[in-house]
């Protein structure tokens, strides 16, 4: 009993120096947020470089927020999405994965791959070849196939008779990767290469020129330009682990780690990840607000979308309303032009053109013209639809805005008449001559209620004095 006690104690007493030393710096919702996790994200979104830096009473209110957020988003069961899961474990799954490999088992595997790659090359040791290539179909006829294997000897004799193998190399070989180095080609070893190659390769000596040979591709003339044996492991050793690195071997370790974890099927590889990701973040608060950031993130942003940026931006009807309520607020800095610059073959298609989008919405415009005009591969004219400004069209702006021009429209030959429809505003006559404000304008009017309602929703609490010693302890 008496030793029951003392561990309860202990127990308390530990939780009290944990809490003493990393104290609650606001609640939001009834939910802590303690200092090192404030400081964290303060820390992060006020580093060196950022343009619109915070103080720390600032930041604050900005973080209730997003915490409110959050508390909105578990309320709504947006962490219960199928979608939310998924993306938040390649984010959690990006930062795990590379704590389950250690250098020692990366080298381990660079041995392993050396060891293997000694023994395939073994006694016969490694060459470098260059070649002379003339290409040979498969489906190439007799006649085909003896004027190749004819020009492929007479290529080889040229070298016999002392013409230089890499200038000749470039002028006739149809390997033109290697010919700009004078047919030179990797380093390789046994079982690389077509037999035929291999078998005629490792037959010269350095310096020494087969006579063509015959592969399934084509003839290849091949130079011996050195041999040698496979170099120790500790002088390749940085240059594999670098090609295994860049190649995710840190990755294939981890993946098979976690097969082996879950091969008795105790557990789902996504619970294998979580206990692992709740294990790295026992010991490591920086990991443990990383994860917890990409989990908090994703939910803010889903609902965000929501509740703001989605909402605004899809809603014809409320973008339409909110310009006619604020419609002294959007102005334009100089005139534009609504409507098109067209071109066109015929005469006649200027007119037919006007009468055709003539008392139709301007959206609709370029879906009637197409549909009347370009209905199939036949195009008849060529259309630019838009809201132009001056300098965003030649044609518009010596038509319209009467600008001089210095040098005169281009003309295309195929569509030679050009023409204008439209008309010349002062100002925006709707809400999608100005859509990026107003869908703008929209959503900070939407978040600010929004705001307000979570406010009234999930209570704050800051705690001033423990705020004050943010970064201070």
Known sequence: MKKSLLCAALWVAALTVKAQSDPVVMTVNGVDVTRS??????????????????????????????????????????????????????????????????????LDEARKAYDRAKEQIGTKGLILPA?????????????????????????????????DFAELCNKVSQDRRSAAKGGELAWIGPNQVYPEFEEAAYALQTGEVS?????????????????????????LKDQIVRQFEQQGIRDAIANQKI??????????????????????????????????????????????????????SKDE??????????????????PRFKGIAYHVKDQADVKAVKRCVKGLPFGQWADVLRKTFNPDSIIRIRVEQGLFKPGDSRLVDHKIFRTALDQPVEVNKDYPIDAVYGKKLKKPEDYTDVRSQVVEDLQQALEQEWVATLRQRYPVKIYEDVLKTVNRH
Do not use: C
């Not at 619970?271 to 490591?284: F, G, P, W």
């Not at 409320?318 to 800095?333: E, I």
């Open 259 to 312: 097969h082996s974890a879950v091969a008795g099927g105790q557990m789902t590889e996504e619970q294998y990840m979580i206990r692992r990701a709740d294990s790295l973040s026992a010991v490591d608060s920086d990991m443990k607000y990383l994860i917890k950031e990409y989990h908090d993130g994703l939910l803010v942003y889903e609902i965000s979308n929501r509740q703001v940026w989605e909402k605004a």
């Open 37 to 106: 996790e404030f400081e964290y994200s303060f820390n992060k979104n006020n580093a060196d470089g950022v343009i619109d830096k915070k103080t720390v009473e600032e930041y604050a209110d900005l973080y209730a927020i997003y915490k409110m957020k959050v508390a909105a988003a578990v309320d709504a069961r947006l962490d219960t999405l199928t979608s939310f899961k998924n993306e938040f474990a390649v984010y959690r799954n990006q930062q795990v994965l590379p704590t389950m490999t250690t250098d020692a088992e990366v």
């Open 131 to 163: 070649h002379i290539f003339l290409r040979l179909s498969s489906k190439a006829t007799p006649e085909e196939q003896k004027a190749v294997a004819q020009r492929a000897d007479s290529i080889w004799q040229a070298i016999k008779q002392g013409a």
């Open 211 to 235: 006579r063509p040979v015959l592969g399934p591709d084509g003839y290849h003339i091949i130079l011996m330009k050195g041999r040698k044996q496979l170099e120790p492991f500790e002088e």
């Open 317 to 334: 009807a409320g973008l339409d309303a909110w310009f006619r309520a604020h419609k002294k607020k959007y102005a334009f800095p100089e």
